[in-house]
């Protein structure tokens, strides 16, 4: 079973729709959760970081957190075409080095 | 000015060569990373560095090898280049913000090895 699992999509969505990328973690241990924005060919940006259970609001983006299931989920509200991207779920396994999932690909269709 | 750079920005070359990637960072940051980026497989950890005498290996570190030579630089080295070495790879930084220990990426190298 892989540590940080994403769905590689690509997840279409119409322009002004709420966008949902979701991620699933095994190691109970993680305190902290981050949400990367890649663009083609781009390096990552953090876009997002989350630690307590329930929902974290960051003008359009909501990341939202259960430990109890071991999930950690993005929405991007009234989704533009510029939030086409890759969107990669990291966390720490108790210290300072990351294990990434491998990224949903977002399509936001004007 | 970028606060994380890598040089080359791209670069090919043959099997069996010795290539240096270089990382350099004005932020300040204690803690760097060399990732590799493979379709299919994310982000991956070659080495990370914690400080300049606090050198680990990743979960791909065979084939690689690392140097800190300031707080502010850390290089990449393939001592012998292979094709499957062909990726994207990545150095970041790290410090402490208020959601936990934030990792800040460079523009990546290219690298392709015929």
């Known amino acids: 079973q892989k540590e940080v699992e994403q769905n590689s999509g690509p997840l279409s969505v119409p322009e002004g729709a709420i966008a949902s990328l979701n991620c699933t973690y095994s190691?109970?241990?993680?305190?902290?959760f981050f949400w990367y924005r890649q663009y083609s060919g781009k390096s990552p940006e953090l876009i997002m970081s989350?630690?307590?259970?329930g929902d974290k609001e960051d003008g359009r983006f909501t990341a939202q957190l259960n430990k109890a299931s071991q999930y950690v989920s993005l929405l991007i509200r009234d989704s533009q075409p510029s939030d086409s991207a890759t969107y990669l779920c990291?966390?720490?396994?108790?210290?300072?080095?990351?294990?990434f999932g491998t990224g949903t690909r977002l399509k936001v269709l004007a | 000015d970028a606060d994380v750079t890598q040089t080359p920005r791209n670069r090919i070359t043959k099997t069996g060569k010795r290539i240096m990637l270089e990382c350099s960072q004005t932020?300040?940051?204690?803690?760097m990373y060399w990732y590799r980026q493979d379709p299919g497989l994310g982000l991956r950890l070659i080495y990370y560095?914690?400080?300049?005498?606090d050198i680990n290996k990743g979960e791909i570190s065979d084939g690689y090898s690392v140097s800190r030579q300031a707080q502010a630089k850390f290089s990449l080295s393939l001592e012998s280049a292979i094709p499957n070495q062909t990726a994207l790879y990545f150095c970041?930084?790290?410090?402490w913000g208020a959601g936990g220990d934030e990792q800040f990426f460079g523009p990546g190298t290219r690298l392709t090895v015929l």
């Open positions: 970041a930084t790290s410090e």
């Open positions: 190691d109970r241990g993680s305190q902290s």
């Open positions: 989350i630690y307590s259970n």
């Open positions: 990291a966390v720490p396994p108790g210290t300072y080095k990351y294990i």
């Open positions: 932020k300040g940051h204690d803690r």
């Open positions: 560095s914690f400080d300049v005498k």
